[in-house]
Structure formats: structure tokens, C-alpha cells
């Protein structure tokens, strides 16, 4: 191959250096789906016009002829990549498969494979020979019938293409437009080049220009692509961006016409993009009349509309905002619609239970109050305002807790609270005094809750009842109890002081009847000794009534003491016995007397207090009993408890009466005890004497025959007090 | 044979005429010291055989009393009998008298006190039925 410098090889090298250069940038910004189509066309551009130049500086006809059928990869792959990287450019590309390329590159395919043997055929070129022009020289042929049929299918590719880039590029409004005039310049490039060419007005009649206008095509694209930084809002950003959103967008030009919509605006409009296009939003938002009267000139707007009714309800979010190209004029309007249903209807059902809980704790009887952390009120309700005396929340809110108790509490309510804090206990109980505006004070009994965010404590809520009345109840009550006691102590203080005041005089009385009785004042007549008796008998039930009322009232003020000390149960029976015999032979009855001997011999107890629980029982079965006997058993019960037994075969006593025979001043009201006088105290102050010896006193008895008192005492080890 | 003497040291007149009355019955010659004032000046010889005292007393106390009774070596032996209305007191003098007797006192039971000590004291005429 020899080739000679001419200087038209220049232009177009530096044609394709600029298209080489194209291919690797627009290759390294791959990323993007349009790249790899320029990258191509790019790449074909610079075959088409390195052949080219080196057909021109080709030095004879075999070498021309090479390099000018080597162009001809570039020149039949240009029009259909340039086709292919249109459908991607205006985001088509989905058109672009294979069942469509295939086709589409059978002519192609055809003319290269027909350039490299037109010498056959001549279907190309016919006649081949050199043209000189100065120091220009390239191959000058005649064409053959096939080349025909390339340059007019070549013509329709470049058109589709054309046609294609400017469709999208009209779409374009805003930011878009400078970018698109930019587009516009490549697409219009190869036309110019080509009627320049075929028209002779060439600057260099058979220089082809189509080449260096592809170059200037690729450079263009180049420049309108990347150049403007607009990569992010080309038509594949938004693809990604726009078409997948959830919210609807509209881009609204000047006039109001829709020059852009996203599937969700689609999809909430139920139309198609093909309806809208280019269409007036007036025309297209029938449904919404009153937004497009409201905002048909408003640029920058948020609202809540809502469509529907009842269960289809739905309610969007409206957003317009103004559109501004890069000379800061503003374009258009971008309008999004946002399906917000699903945060209202959260946001009605949280307002509805929030408003139903204000309701409850507004109306509610009880005070409840919040606060936070520390203790600072935070929240209260009307009626712990109005029991507080406040005319209204902001006077108690932002106090302290502690402020509005009573001063005497705060220290052990701070110790409560401040334990629960501590502690995180969840909920507490606790009854305090608080001082109302007007100084008076009102009890509460308050649960108080911690409330937590996480784990985090944010504050406590108190639900507190008013138990003022409460409070004074029990006050009373136990004021009334001080009371009654000191009123109990002060009988007993006086039953005491009277009863020893009584015995001086008695022993008076007493001890004149019996110097009457036994003559000490001169021989008395019998009716006179008769008279002095029965002064001594009524002296004698008198000094019985003394003792038992002294002893009751001992008992009940608790001030009697068992003296414990050794006795023997047969010495302490037998005393009974001695004592009792008389009283039973006047009424003609049996005593009769038992001792278990499982019982100790020796035993530990109070054998005063003993005897006078016998003497109690004993007088009290001979009491009440006509006919047969009474019987006194000492039994061993177990092996920690002994038994005092005393039945009797008399007049019984009814079930009823169980429950009060033990009671001070009770009797059974039988015509037997009307006759049989007695201070009601006896049963009583037994049964408060066994239990003070840690026993206890049963009873078991039918009417008209009989009664058994069992008397249960815990045996007593020495030197152990009884309780 | 010469009676026994017995004391009786009571501020109640008319219970210390009663156990005085009681008592020269039984067959003593019973003295009253009304006060438990005139006591030092009675406690010479002979000492009585029998001693009725009171716990309360105007002028001095009935426990010295008995105190001072057991403490001398002529009046020890004197059987000594508290009449008093103190339940309480009556306790704890149990172990140094020889008797207590809680008011009102029966002339009865002074009776059985003299017979007990004394058996053939009392004349059988007195009925005390």
C-alpha cells in the first residue's frame, strides 16, 4: 500500500479521533442505558471516517479501493445504530429485540458483502477510478443498482431515527430544553452534511461530508448528554425514578397541558399515558373540577384532597411545584399526588381513640394527673383541678408533685415515690394529705403507674380517689376506740375503787349480824337470830357480787396475774370437794369426783384461779340441778393438754344460749334462774380465766338432761408463766 | 387462869368495836389502838397472843407494823391476823402474816381461827350457827 499527504486526510482523522474519543467516554459512563448504543455508533463514525481519510491519502487505485470498501462497515452499520440508539435515547428501547434487529440488518448485511465484491457484480460500484481535485484524490465511481437501494434504505433508517429523537426531545420542557436544541443540532448534522454533499455545494465538490457530520452528530449527543450534567434527569432516571414512585406525578407546562405522566398518576386517574399526553389537565381532571379551579395558576401549593365516599373513601396528598429551567425561568409545574389513605385513616382512628381516652379521664370520678419524671405535673384532670381548687391547667402544670402536699407528708410521699422510681415498681398504693388553693386539706388514696418509653422511665400517672370522708371515718373510728378504751380502763379503775370502798362498810354490817346472831349484844328471840341470818346471807351474796365484778373488771382491763406455782390436782380436788359437799347435801345431790391416773401428781398452774374456776362450775351445776349429781372428772387430754370435766343431771341449757352463756351479766332466761339468783358473772369471768391460762372452755348440753363443761388447759412445765 | 390479850389495830370504829366485841366473846381481853398511833407505847409486856391489824392506817403503816411485830422477840410468837380491803396487798403479805382475810372479815372466820389456835378458848354456849 503506498499513500500520499493530502491535506483533506487531516479533518478526518480529526474526525475520527473526535468519534474514537466519544466511543471511550460514552464506554465509561456504560452505566447509563443510552451509552452503549452511542458507543457503537461512535465506534462506527470513526471506521467510516479513518477508511475514509485513508481511501484519500490512499497513493494508487488498490489502495483507494481497499480503505473504500473498508469504509463501508462504517457506513452501513451507521444508519442502523443510529436507529437503535433514537429507541434508547427516547427510552424505547423495549422495541429493540432481536426479532426487530435481525430484519433490520439484512440490507445492510447485503450491501457490505456486495461493496467487497462489486468487481464481480458491479451491483455497487460500476465504473471504478480516481478523481483529482488539487491535492484531493479519491476513488470516483459509478454507481451500481444495489447502492441505490442502500442509500435509500440508509435515508429511511436515518429519518426513523430523526423522527424518534425529535419526538422525545418535544416531550422535553424545563431543564430538558437546552439539552434538547443540543439533540436537535446532532440529529440535523447528517442531513446538512448529506444535501451539502448531494446538492454540490460542498466546499470540496467530491469530498462526501456525511462523516465529519456524524462526528459532529456523536459530539453533540456527547455534549447534550453528559456535557449538561442532565445524565440523572435523562429519559433512563426517570424511567427508574419517576415510572416506579408510588406517588403520581404530572409535569404540567405552561399552559397547562400534561407534557409528562408517571404510571401511579396513571393508575389514580384510570387512564393511559396515550389519552393524556399533550392534553389539557382541565380536561383530563373531570373528577376534580374545584382543585383544577383552585390551583389552576397556583405554582407552589400542598394540600389534602379526598376522593370517594364512605368505605372507598381515599385521601392525597396534592403537591405543586414550580418547574425552573437553568436560566432560573420558570418551565411548568410538576404536580404529585400521594395516596395518604392509609396514614389518615391511622391518624382518624389514633385522633378517635385519643379523644375517646380524653373523654374517659375528662369525665372520669376520679382525679388523674401525670407527670413527668421528675415529678412535675405534666397533666391533671378537671375534677382534680376542681378538688384542688385550681381554675385551670396551666396553674398546675409545670409544679411540683410535692407542692400541692400536705408539708408534713412530703418527706415520706419523696420516699415513697422515690423508691418506686427506683425500684421501677410498675404500680403502688398510698394514701397522703393534699393541700387544696384554699388551704384545706384533702386526703387521697392514689395508684400511681410508671410510664416508660422502652426502657426508659418518662413519667408516672396517678389515679387518685378523694377518701377525705374516708379518712375522717376512720379517725373518728379510732378516736372512738381511744375513747371506749379509756372509758374501759376508767370503769375497771372504778369498779375497782368501788368495790374496795364497799368492803369496809360490809364488813360493818356483816360483823354486827353475826355479834347479834351469836349474842354478843344479849340473848336474841328466834325471830331475831332469823332476822340476823339472813342480814349475813345478804351480806355474803353482796361480797360474792364484789369479788366477781373486781374480777371482771381485772379481766377486762387486763391487769390480772396468774401466780404459777406447784400444786397437787388430788389437794386441789379435794379442797373443792370440801368446800362444795354442804352446798350439794343441802339440795340432796351426789358429788362425785374423779382424777385420771394418767394425770401428773404433781402439777404448775395458778391453783387459786383453779379452784375458782371448780367452785364456778361446781355451784353453778348444784345451782341448776333438782335431782342425781355432779361430777367433777381431772382427766389426762394428751400428752401436752389436761382436762377439768363437771356434769351435772340438771335443767340443760339450750343451744341458742351457746353463743352468750360466756358473756358478762348473761343468764339463760329459764324460770329455774329466776329463782336461782345469781351476778351472771361466774361463766364469764371462768371462761376469761381459762383462756388467760391458754385453754379453752366447751360446752355440751341437752334440756332436762344435763350440762358438761370442759375446761382444756395446756400442762404447764415450771417455772413457764401461763400467757 | 388469867384470859389471853389480843390487839386489835383498826382505824374503822366500828369495825374495830366489832372484832373487839368478837373477841372478849371468844374469851380475850382485847385492846383497840384506833390510830396505829399508840403502838410503840403498847408494844411492851405482855405481848398479846392475838393481833388483828389493818393495812391503812391514819398514822402509820400496817406492813412496818407487822414488820416490827416479827422483829421483836416478845411479840414474834403473837398470832397475827391482816384484816384488809387490798386484794393486792393481801398477796404479798400472805407469807409474813399468819392469816389475811380479805374484808369484809366474818366474825365467823375469826372464830375458826381461834379454835384453831387455841381449841379450848371458846365457851360452848356461843351458838354460831
Redesign the interface.
Known sequence: MQFQYSPYVIPLILAALISGWVAVYSWSRRANRGAIALTLLAWAVTEWSLGYALEIAGADLATKVFWGKSQYLGIVLVPLLWVGFAFHHANQAKWLTYRTILPMSIIPAVTFALVLTTEMHGLVWDKIAITRTGSFSALSVSYGFWFWIHTAYSYILLLIGTVIVIRSVGRMRGVYRRQAVVLLLAVMAPWIGNALYLSGLSPVPDLDLTPFAFTVTVVSFTWGIFGFQLVDLSPIARATVIDEMNSGMIVLDLRNRIVDINPSALRILETAESKVLGQRAADILTAWPELVEKYGQVMEAVDEITVGEGENQRWFELRLSPLHNRGNEIAGRVVTITDITPRVQAETQLLESRALYKQMVESAGDIIYRTDANGYFTYANPIALRLMGFESEAEVLGRHYLELAAPHQRHDLRKFYNRQFVAGETNTYYEFAAITTDGNELWLGQNVQILREGDRIVGFQAVARDITELKRAQNALAFARDEALEASRLKSLLLAKISHELRTPLGGILGYAELLKINAFGELANQQKEAAAQIVDSVNYLTKLVNELLDEAQIEAKTVKLYINSFLPSALLQSVEAKMTLMAQEKGLELVTFIDPELPKTMYGDEHRLHQILVNLVANAIKFTRTGGVRVNFLAADAGHWAIQVSDTGVGIPEEAYKYIFEPFRQVTIPHTLRNRGTGLGLSITKQLVELMGGQISLKSRVGRGSTFTVLLPIQKPGVEAI | MTNPTALVIED?P??GV??Q??LR?FGFDAELDDMGRDFRARLVNPAPALIILDIHLPYASGIEILEQIKADKAWREAVVIV?T???FLS?SLASQADHVM???????QIMKIVVGHWPDQIQPD????
Open positions: 374503822d366500828k369495825l366489832i372484832y366485841t368478837a366473846q384484816a380491803a387490798d386484794l398477796k380479805i374484808k369484809p372479815v366474818s366474825v365467823d356461843i351458838d354460831s350457827q
